[in-house]
């Protein structure tokens, strides 16, 4: 079992919907945990980094935490065709490194 | 300011041949570090240095695997004797890494392509 584990998808949602993309962590030391967007051939690029239980909103975007049920989530609200690309949700156990699930791929369409 | 750089953007040898992918950090950033992607999966740690010394090589697949960071900033990730199966999208993150702020933000670089024949 994966120590990140996500939905591989696609997940397709039609424009203006909300897109709701999970991750679940097998580690329960992991202490933060961080939502990437990449485009297709391109590098990964923060989205959210979340570190308490509970919800963070940034504009369209919310990241929730449940730590009892080592559950990440991330909202995205009126989505965009432009949000089309695969997100990466990774977790930072304390240590130095990140372990990434094997991404969502989001489509969003007009 | 810039950001994370990496040369070259592609890279093609051929099998048993030596490579070496070049990572610039953004400045000032003390701790980076070197994942791998392989098609369609999430980037897989390799190491991670913080200042000169690797401080968790953990991630590192065989002794054919090699990275230094000479003086702190610019580091090298060298691979001899290319097998095909090393081909993959080769990452390189850098990060403030302050002592006592806990985890930090890792920003990523456009990645050098491998590809071995």
């Known amino acids: 079992q994966k120590e990140v584990e996500q939905n591989s998808g696609p997940l397709s949602v039609p424009e203006g919907a909300i897109a709701s993309l999970n991750c679940t962590y097998s580690?329960?030391?992991?202490?933060?945990f961080f939502w990437y967007r990449q485009y297709s051939g391109k590098s990964p690029e923060l989205i959210m980094s979340?570190?308490?239980?509970g919800d963070k909103e940034d504009g369209r975007f919310t990241a929730q935490l449940n730590k009892a049920s080592q559950y990440v989530s991330l909202l995205i609200r009126d989505s965009q065709p432009s949000d089309s690309a695969t997100y990466l949700c990774?977790?930072?156990?304390?240590?130095?490194?990140?372990?990434f699930g094997g991404g969502t791929r989001l489509m969003v369409k007009p | 300011g810039a950001g994370v750089s990496q040369t070259p953007s592609n890279k093609v040898t051929e099998k048993g041949k030596y490579v070496e992918l070049r990572c610039d950090p953004i400045s000032g950033h003390t701790a980076l570090y070197w994942y791998r992607q392989s098609l369609g999966q999430g980037p897989e740690f390799l190491i991670y240095f913080q200042g000169t010394g690797a401080a968790d090589d953990s991630g590192l697949p065989n002794d054919r695997f090699f990275a230094v960071r000479p003086e702190g900033s610019v580091s090298t990730l060298k691979i001899q004797r290319t097998e095909r199966g090393d081909s993959a999208v080769y990452l390189c993150?850098?990060?403030?890494?302050?002592?006592?702020?806990?985890?930090?933000?890792?920003?990523f670089g456009p990645g050098t392509r491998l590809t071995v024949l």
């Open positions: 979340i570190y308490s239980n």
């Open positions: 993150a850098s990060s403030l890494r302050e002592p006592g702020l806990g985890t930090d933000t890792q920003y």
């Open positions: 580690d329960r030391v992991s202490q933060s």
């Open positions: 990774a977790a930072n156990n304390a240590g130095n490194m990140l372990t």
